[in-house]
T-cell receptor, first 115, second 111 residues
Framework: KAGVTQTPRYLIKTRGQQVTLSCSPI?????VSWYQQTPGQGLQFLFE???????NKGNFPGRFSGRQFSNSRSEMNVSTLELGDSALYLC??????????????FGPGTRLTVT | SQQGEEDPQALSIQEGENATMNCSYK?????LQWYRQNSGRGLVHLIL???NEREKHSGRLRVTLDTSKKSSSLLITASRAADTASYFC???????????WGAGTKLIIKP
């Protein structure tokens, strides 16, 4: 089976712009989670989707949003980018319905740089 | 906020030696997971231990969990250069839908 894929792998944006990141989970996985990783804050949970429904959201401002499609593919969007949004954004998929009870399979991430 | 805190923050050992990393967490959990991250393979799941388990093995990895002390340890035996990576613990903090991560331990294996 193909692993979790994320596109694009690298992105450079300017403050104030918006960005959309994409994640394709492993075939058959219906749960998709998003994380932000920075040197200062480490790995921070953004949100988790299952069957097109957001089941949990981390402590991020409303500029961060996401969605999941019927084929389980997911996108996250960040509007009005700030310098502090520069980070590695990781997507993970999970075979079961409960996102934390089973191992997460991570994609390679999207490296976002905001200038 | 971070649920788990790894100790030490960094660890450098000779190839062949054992490496031990610790993780402490704050609230009750259903399970605790360990992951490894390196530049070549990204973030990879190593082992999951449930709150009713005390010890788990996988190859050269041994994980223990002490729920009374809210702590876990990861032991890597007979370390190899390929074990050089950052190691993270992640807990569910009682929630089914998210993982909360520690800051990680950076492990360097010297040849």
């Amino acid at each position: 089976k193909a692993g979790v894929t994320q596109t694009p792998r690298y992105l450079i944006k300017t403050r104030g712009q918006q960005v959309t990141l994409s994640c394709s989970p492993i075939s058959g996985h219906r749960s998709v989670s998003w994380y932000q990783q920075t040197p200062g804050q480490g790995l921070q949970f953004l949100f988790e989707y299952f069957s097109e429904t957001q089941r949990n959201k981390g402590n991020f401002p409303g500029r961060f949003s996401g969605r999941q499609f019927s084929n389980s593919r997911s996108e996250m969007n960040v509007s009005t980018l700030e310098l502090g949004d520069s980070a590695l954004y990781l997507c993970a998929s999970n075979i079961a319905g409960t996102g934390s009870s089973y191992e997460q399979y991570f994609g390679p991430g999207t490296r976002l740089t905001v200038t | 906020s971070q649920q788990g805190e790894e100790d030490p923050q960094a660890l450098s050992i000779q190839e062949g030696e054992n490496a031990t990393m610790n993780c402490s967490y704050k609230t009750s959990i259903n399970n605790l997971q360990w992951y490894r991250q390196n530049s070549g393979r990204g973030l990879v799941h190593l082992i999951l231990i449930r709150s009713n388990e005390r010890e788990k093995h996988s190859g050269r990895l041994r994980v223990t969990l002490d729920t009374s002390k809210k702590s876990s340890s990861l032991l890597i035996t007979a370390s190899r250069a390929a074990d050089t990576a950052s190691y993270f613990c992640a807990t569910d903090a009682g929630s089914n839908y998210q993982l909360i991560w520690g800051a990680g331990t950076k492990l360097i294996i010297k040849p």
